[in-house]
């Protein structure tokens, strides 16, 4: 497993901020799981009756997730958490952008249990991992978007410069067909319990075992 630490500005204005990371090594991607659409048929309908009568900012995690992005001023309304935007698409009745099985599945239950995920290629991260507030003119590329401008934001980097953030990743560590290790990284809230967070990832570590085994994944949570 990769070495993560906090920042100065992290430590003081999220204090406790925890990741949920699972590491899946000798991984198979293939762009389309005959599985998925029968697995986005249940988040579907969990959705769609969980928020039958309520909006998914009532939601305890999706509050904690909208504090969390606002204690270090970054808005959530205008640049919402993955999981967040993930749900409220499946909500209007669109499906999911399908990318590959890692990506798909990974959306899955981001948008399952409203915690954001960052998905990354081991091999293209550089070093140890910072979790950071990016600096005024710091950019990076995005997969859909050429420049993510990440002032103010919470990012991930390494020796070689940002490559994430709980909104958008980047294009240089990003899930090729050739990727063989991949990290997924769970942003959790200081008040979201060690318990939820376990099954988070048991819940993407089913799906991740018949493309690499049980064996080739490995968990933890950390708290910065």
């Known amino acids: ?50 928020f039958a009568d309520r909006r998914p900012a009532e939601d305890e995690i999706v509050g904690h997730t909208r504090r969390m992005y606002r204690c270090i001023g970054w808005e959530p309304t205008r640049y919402r958490p993955s999981s967040e935007a993930l749900a409220r698409r499946i ?15 990974g959306n899955i239950v981001s948008a399952r249990f409203h915690l954001p995920m960052g998905l990354y290629d081991v091999e293209k991260i550089n070093g140890a991992v910072i979790v950071d507030v990016g600096k005024e003119d710091e950019n990076y590329r995005g997969i859909s978007r050429s420049e993510i401008h990440a002032n103010g934001k919470m990012i991930l980097r390494d020796k070689q410069g940002i490559f994430g953030n709980p909104t958008a990743d980047s294009l240089r560590t990003s899930i ?14 200081p008040e979201v319990c060690n318990e939820y967070i376990k099954q988070v990832l048991a819940a993407l570590e089913k799906y991740y075992i018949p493309f690499t085994g049980k064996d080739s994944i490995e968990k933890d949570i950390i708290v910065l």
């Open 176 to 189: 090729t067909p050739k990727t063989t290790s991949a990290l997924a990284v769970f942003f959790c809230p």
């Open 91 to 105: 909500l209007k009745g669109k499906s999911l952008y399908r990318v590959n099985n890692l990506v798909d599945y």
């Open 1 to 50: 497993m990769l070495k993560f630490s906090a920042s100065n500005i992290i430590k003081e204005k999220i204090s406790g901020l925890k990741l949920g990371l699972l590491l899946a090594r000798q991984v198979k991607v293939i762009q389309n799981d005959p599985q998925f659409e029968q697995e986005f048929q249940i988040l579907e309908d969990f959705l769609k009756d969980k």
